[in-house]
């Protein structure tokens, strides 16, 4: 997530829509995984890399920014930051596909549930930024939801913490980059490439199912893995340079919730009561941690 002053002027309608689509699609999207799931989580994962990038490099000229992305790519400083960031994206990547595939849903949704706190968290411990006294209580609850959880499914929910992990991570990592998030995600996909696309000339060459069954579906899917990747970082680009950062952090809280009905309602994924407990700890915190927000916010923005 992003660390951006509020803004003094209302947020305009575009920019709200923007987030509430991007964080709506995040929110949605095993089902697109579950659609595709057949192919497995490793070949899924390194199409979106190759189809990503297909993507992006159009974009990046249409929008005139292909000959700067080029010039950036030149600088080892870029190249080692978005490298790690493809590192850190890559897990993130693969174990939420992975987790999607095989009923974690619910799991996954408490890792991006914890995200925002963990990203409280590292500019508090790495960054020198100032906590309240709520964030200090928020990170609290959160801290006691993960120990329940764990006493809940009897092991530590790593699910969830490498997805917090990776992505808080991941935005602390961006914010060193002079790169923007379309750029950003080309180099990323771009750095990514040769092992991406060397696994998939191995699978192919092993006869693995690379395009799926080759139906038409499947084709369509796969080929989609672009669209479904840059679409919604392109709305949150956008929504992060105009919302304030308090809406902006309410509004992210869309896709977590998302995935979370999507695993106790239509997955029937089991929730027992202490994971229900658990999870009653970290939407408290999460209660507090916007609380705060809203109260930070200017008077004409609420």
């Known amino acids: 997530m992003c660390f951006i002053e509020p803004l003094m002027t209302r947020p305009p309608a575009s920019a709200i829509l923007s987030a509430v689509m991007a964080f709506g699609l995040w929110g949605v999207l095993p089902v697109y995984w579950k659609w595709i799931g057949h192919v497995g989580a490793d070949i899924a994962v390194a199409q979106r890399v190759v189809w990503t990038i297909a993507l992006t490099l159009p ?57 925002p706190l963990l990203n409280v968290l590292i500019g508090y411990v790495l960054l020198g930024e100032k906590l309240t006294r709520w964030q200090k209580v928020s990170i609290a609850l959160a801290t006691c939801g993960v120990l329940l959880q764990m006493l809940a499914v009897g092991r530590p929910p790593w699910i969830a913490l490498v997805l917090a992990l990776t992505f808080g991570f991941y935005g602390l990592v961006r914010r060193k980059s002079v790169q923007g998030p379309l750029s950003g995600l080309a180099t990323e996909s771009l750095v990514a490439l040769p092992l991406a696309g060397g696994f998939l000339i191995w699978q192919g060459l092993q006869g693995g ?36 950062f308090s809406l902006l952090g309410l509004l992210q809280f869309l896709a977590p919730t998302g995935q979370f009905l999507l695993g106790v309602l239509a997955y029937g994924e089991a929730l027992s009561p202490m994971s229900l407990v658990a999870f009653a700890f970290i939407w408290s915190a999460i209660g507090i941690f916007c609380a705060d927000l809203m109260r930070k916010r200017p008077p004409d923005q609420r």
Do not use: I, M, Q
């Not at 080892?76 to 974690?104: E, I």
């Open 209 to 244: 199912p690379v395009f799926g069954d080759g139906s038409p579906k499947d084709l369509a899917l796969v080929l989609g893995l672009g669209v479904v990747t840059t679409v919604p970082l392109l709305g949150f680009a956008h929504a992060a340079r105009k919302l304030p």
């Open 59 to 115: 974009l990046l000229l249409l929008r005139g920014e292909l000959a700067t992305w080029v010039r950036d790519l030149r600088r080892g400083d870029v190249l080692r930051t978005h490298a790690l960031a493809a590192v850190l994206l890559g897990v993130n990547w693969g174990t939420f596909v992975w987790s999607a595939l095989h009923g974690h849903l619910v799991e996954c949704s408490l890792g991006y549930f914890l995200n």
